[in-house]
């Protein structure tokens, strides 16, 4: 499992997003090949600074309040640094559906700030940061009436000066620290219940 404190600037909007919850599974294939399995992301709206309107009303006045909630993208390689996705614009005014990177989601190639840190041996807790300044930013996608307003509001699309910075923190359990399944549920992929 892997959690990461991310801080988003992307145009002229910088923000501490809510926390990020990842599980995912990798390690060697018989081929000696690096594999990766996907498994789950999870996280929170966090409300942008002055709203919709990117003043003060913005903030005091709930139908004008905006968040922004990131969601994966289809894409993760953390051998490489590779990560892709999309950014939910959340809001009593806007559009279900529009995001920054709807179609396209955001791909960036983090690269580490510096070595990882072992904070625990027993459970492994390993910590690590990581960043991306050079990735660009698209206009918004799937909002309606509120597309060109929004895209000034956040200064999308932004080619440059966006940043995605990534503390992290994450604990594994190898293979054969695993729980063993009875065979004929594993067969039938269920779930034993008692």
Known sequence: ????????????????????????????????SNGQVWGAMHSSPTAVPGGLTGTPAGDRTAVLGLAIQPEYGGRSDFYTG?????????????????????GDPLDFQLKRSGPSKWVSQDPPVIEFSAYD????????????????????RLGLPSAT??????????????????????????????????
């Open 133 to 152: 300044d050079t990735f660009t930013a698209p206009a918004t996608e799937h909002c309606g009436p509120l597309a060109g307003p929004l895209d000034r």
């Open 1 to 32: 499992m892997h959690t990461a404190a991310p801080r988003l600037t992307v145009g002229k909007v910088a923000v501490n997003l809510a926390p990020i919850t990842m599980t995912h599974a990798e390690g060697p294939l018989p081929d000696r």
């Open 161 to 194: 000066g966006n940043l995605l910075s990534y503390d992290a923190s994450y604990t594994f359990k190898t293979y054969d620290q695993l729980p063993a399944k009875d065979a004929k549920a594993q067969r039938e992929g269920g779930n034993l219940s008692h």
């Open 82 to 102: 590779q990560f892709s996705l999309r950014f939910r614009l959340v809001g009593p005014l806007v559009p279900h559906g529009c995001a920054i990177g709807a």
